[in-house]
T-cell receptor, first 116, second 111 residues
Framework: GAVVSQHPSWVICKSGTSVKIECRSL??????MFWYRQFPKQSLMLMATSNEGSKATYEQGVEKDKFLINHASLTLSTLTVTSAHPEDSSFYIC????????????FGQGTRLTVV | GQQLNQSPQSMFIQEGEDVSMNCTSS?????WLWYKQDPGEGPVLLIA?????ELTSNGRLTAQFGITRKDSFLNISASIPSDVGIYFCAGSPSGTYKYIFGTGTRLKVLA
């Protein structure tokens, strides 16, 4: 149980285009999901908290107009990187918690984005 | 962004040795989680801790939630080659439900 799936696993896009990454909780409902970014040999940095049915909460320094988050259902959150640039190339990982409050967070397999 | 202090940054050990790593924070945490990440993959949950002083084991892994709620450690006993990877702690600050990650400990096991 508690499986989180991300799609796609990797994507290459041209500079200036937009890319959408999906995060699905396969066997549980998640009112809250999280999006992280990880650069090579670095830790995971929290970008935003995705709340089902409401606006996402962004961490300081993360541009909400560039990283659009939509959490339209209890099992799906999407992250859209708009007008992507090479510096946006990174490993993007989502996580979801099965309940409310502090419980275990389960992670997707990640999406490697390369902007050329 | 906010990160937890995790040490050591990296370790080279012989197969069969025990390993210890820890995380510290300047603020109180409600939950501590320990993850292992292999290259190109998402983190996999190893152990979850919910109460101050809690000591939990998962096979050869043991983790504890510090009494002050500002630290946690992870021990791996009798290491094997497949223990190689990066270990992260993650904590949920009091009053929030988001998770902040430690800086990671890169473990290499020499056969």
């Amino acid at each position: 149980g508690a499986v989180v799936s991300q799609h796609p696993s990797w994507v290459i896009c041209k500079s200036g285009t937009s890319v959408k990454i999906e995060c699905r909780s396969l066997d549980f409902q998640a009112t809250t999901m999280f999006w992280y970014r990880q650069f090579p040999k670095q830790s995971l940095m929290l970008m935003a908290t995705s709340n089902e049915g409401s606006k996402a909460t962004y961490e300081q320094g993360v541009e909400k107009d560039k990283f659009l988050i939509n959490h339209a259902s209890l099992t799906l959150s999407t992250l859209t990187v708009t007008s992507a640039h090479p510096e946006d190339s990174s490993f993007y990982i989502c996580s979801a918690i099965p309940g409310t409050g502090n419980t275990e967070a389960f992670f997707g397999q990640g999406t490697r984005l390369t902007v050329v | 962004g906010q990160q937890l202090n995790q040490s050591p940054q990296s370790m080279f050990i012989q197969e069969g040795e025990d390993v210890s790593m820890n995380c510290t924070s300047s603020s109180i945490f409600n939950t501590w989680l320990w993850y292992k990440q292999d290259p190109g993959e998402g983190p996999v949950l190893l152990i979850a801790l919910y109460k101050a002083g809690e000591l939990t084991s998962n096979g050869r892994l043991t983790a504890q939630f510090g009494i002050t709620r500002k630290d946690s450690f992870l021990n791996i006993s009798a290491s094997i080659p497949s223990d190689v990877g990066i270990y992260f702690c993650a904590g949920s600050p009091s009053g929030t439900y988001k998770y902040i990650f430690g800086t990671g400990t890169r473990l290499k096991v020499l056969a």
